[in-house]
């Protein structure tokens, strides 16, 4: 008998997108990271008796701040350039084998990464004042705090390759202010080679880098994009 429009189906007023609209716009990027390692226990290590078993425990957060280059080729397709730089901490603790208690000293590695993140977004539709999208790509870091020598006033006794390459993927919601984009984006990135240095380690201490077979980097972004 009665009739009413629901407030969740009106059209609202779309904030104007010029920006959006253009073949290329520039923007910033600030975030917040969690660096971790995935580490593969050395078997031939714990098959000669050894009892040191390396683990990330902990994630410690870190930051990222870049600049966003996007040029749109089509319609639902950009191509994203974000160079920047982030900082973070990772640290490896080693375990019993036998008992799983904690043993040694805890490895705290620091990382400064330079960054060249080239990625591909796919947008989706736009609702009202908000698009979804995927994202994926290469990323190129390079680490200003990787050792080349092991410091002599800390207990640090693995080194890190300072570049690697990663591959990247996400999702994120595009939101339309009056005046500006702001884009809220998760994503996971991940390292292709191995980062750690196998030498001959500190004389004394090579349990914890004979404890390693291979270790690779691991990343997860939360980011805030301004366009």
């Known amino acids: 008998m009665f009739s009413a429009d629901l407030f ?12 959006d609209d253009k073949s290329l716009h520039f923007g910033f990027s600030l975030g917040t990271n969690l660096m971790d390692f995935d580490i593969t226990p050395s078997q031939k290590y714990l098959s000669d008796g050894g009892n040191y078993f ?27 350039f974000l160079p920047g730089v982030s900082f973070g901490q990772r640290s490896v603790h080693y375990y019993d084998y036998k008992d799983s208690t904690e043993i040694g000293e805890i490895q705290r590695l620091q990382s400064s990464f330079l960054e060249f993140p080239l990625l591909v977004k796919l947008k ?48 994120g919601l595009d939101f339309y ?19 750690l240095w196998h030498d001959e380690g500190v004389s004394g201490k090579t349990q914890y880098l004979d404890a390693i077979e291979k270790m690779q980097s691991r990343i997860w972004v939360v980011s805030f994009h301004f366009e």
């Open 8 to 19: 969740s189906q009106k059209q609202k007023p779309k904030n104007d997108s010029w920006y």
């Open 54 to 80: 390396p683990e990330v425990s902990f994630l410690n957060p870190g930051i990222n701040i870049q600049t966003v280059i996007n040029w749109r080729p089509a319609k639902y397709i950009d191509l994203r």
């Open 124 to 171: 989706g539709d736009r609702l009202n004042n908000v698009r979804p999208y995927v994202i994926g790509g290469l990323n190129y870091r390079y680490d200003l705090a990787g050792k080349i020598e092991y410091p002599e006033s800390e207990n640090i006794y693995l080194r890190l390759k300072r570049s690697d390459l990663y591959y990247e993927a996400g999702a």
């Open 177 to 195: 202010l009056p005046f500006f984009k702001l884009s809220v984006e998760i994503k996971t990135s991940r390292g292709l080679r191995d980062i």
